[in-house]
């Protein structure tokens, strides 16, 4: 891989734009499982759970695969089992990266989703604005793939509590519970099965 690659990747994965459009796609996702009322996603560590299965589509394979679903629902292209993915860390509850309270925050001051608290928890929901440019972004090439991975995955385990999600991903990705805190976690390409291998 030439080093005008890799630049160009570290310098997407240190764009705020990329994770601000993500994470935005994401929550309109569970934003439409409220049928009719939104539905916002409960607490940060939530939103990083779910999140994780989405910057990590080989991941959501395992997912898809431990709940009994084709796996075929990752919808994982061939340069995905083999591209560097973004970066998260491990830490006492899961994947995490350190920027979301800072993404969520340009997120708000941009009007685009409104955080209010429930409880001791973070309600995380999308503004009308919000709702309008998610949509948008959905609807572009670009981001297609993001918003059906998005509807997959709010729809396998987005009703889970966080705790329970949390559980979850350790079962599903045993290895991260060996993995230091603060250790960076692989891109999920060493022992995920193909869709083909994991419906044989």
């Known amino acids: ?24 796609i994401l929550l309109r ?10 539905k916002p996603v409960e607490g940060i560590t939530k939103l990083a759970k779910l ?22 629902g ?15 860390i491990r830490f006492r509850y899961g994947p995490w990266d350190g920027r979301y309270r800072r ?14 608290m429930s ?9 009308d604005a919000g709702r309008i440019l998610a949509d948008d972004l ?10 059906a991975r998005g509807a997959v995955i709010i729809g396998v385990v987005g009703a889970m509590s966080a705790t329970k999600l949390k559980d979850f991903v ?9 993995m230091k805190w603060g250790e960076e976690i692989a891109s999920g390409t060493d022992g995920v099965p193909s869709a083909a291998e994991a419906i044989e």
């Open 1 to 24: 891989m030439s080093l005008s690659v890799l630049k160009a990747a570290s310098d997407a994965e240190n764009a705020d734009s990329l994770h601000l459009a993500r994470l935005l």
């Open 29 to 38: 996702s569970a934003d439409k499982r409220g049928r009719n009322h939104a």
């Open 51 to 72: 999140d994780f299965l989405l910057r990590y589509p080989l991941y959501l394979e395992r997912a898809l695969v431990s709940l009994g679903k084709s796996p075929s």
């Open 74 to 88: 990752a919808a994982v292209l061939p340069r995905e089992r083999t591209t560097v993915e973004t970066k998260m």
């Open 103 to 116: 993404w969520l925050s340009l997120l708000s001051a941009r009007g685009l989703i409104s955080l209010s």
């Open 119 to 127: 409880g001791r928890k973070i309600e995380i929901g999308l503004t």
């Open 138 to 147: 959905g609807d572009h090439p670009a981001f297609q793939d993001l918003t």
């Open 170 to 178: 350790y079962q599903i990705v045993p290895e991260i519970t060996g």
